[in-house]
């Protein structure tokens, strides 16, 4: 039985890697390693400041490998991909927004600070 798997699994892995390599196949693989890339960025971030953070590189990585990915399903047709990468974009690009905000506030507040003083 082992041996069965073991010879399936490996025809399968084999069947996988002999598909053609299009640009769309590298497009989509490029896309899910930005995605694992973002985990690396967070991680990396999270270390420096000693505590768990989310640094906006992570919306903009993860920008850029939803876009990829769906650009992938897309092309594949596939509405899998699509829906997927499709729901997820519209929180990367709100939290984006909602950095940026903040950050017009603490301008905002750091000016009015400076001029009372």
């Not at 399936?8 to 598909?19: I, K, M, N, P, R």
Request: proline share 3%.
């Amino acid at each position: 039985m082992l041996i069965d798997l073991s010879r399936a699994l490996s025809g399968y892995v084999a069947q996988v890697l002999e598909q053609s390599w299009s640009v769309w196949v590298l497009v989509g693989i490029a896309g899910q390693l930005l995605f694992a890339a973002r985990f690396i960025v967070q991680w990396l971030a999270s270390e420096r400041a000693g505590r768990s953070i989310v640094p906006v590189a992570f919306w903009f990585v993860s920008i850029g490998a939803a876009g990829l990915v769906l650009a992938y399903g897309l092309y594949r047709r596939d509405p899998v991909i699509i829906l997927g990468q499709s729901l997820g974009m519209p929180v990367y690009i709100r939290n984006l927004m909602l950095i940026a905000r903040e950050r017009r506030e603490r301008l905002r507040q750091d000016g009015e600070a400076g001029r009372a003083a």
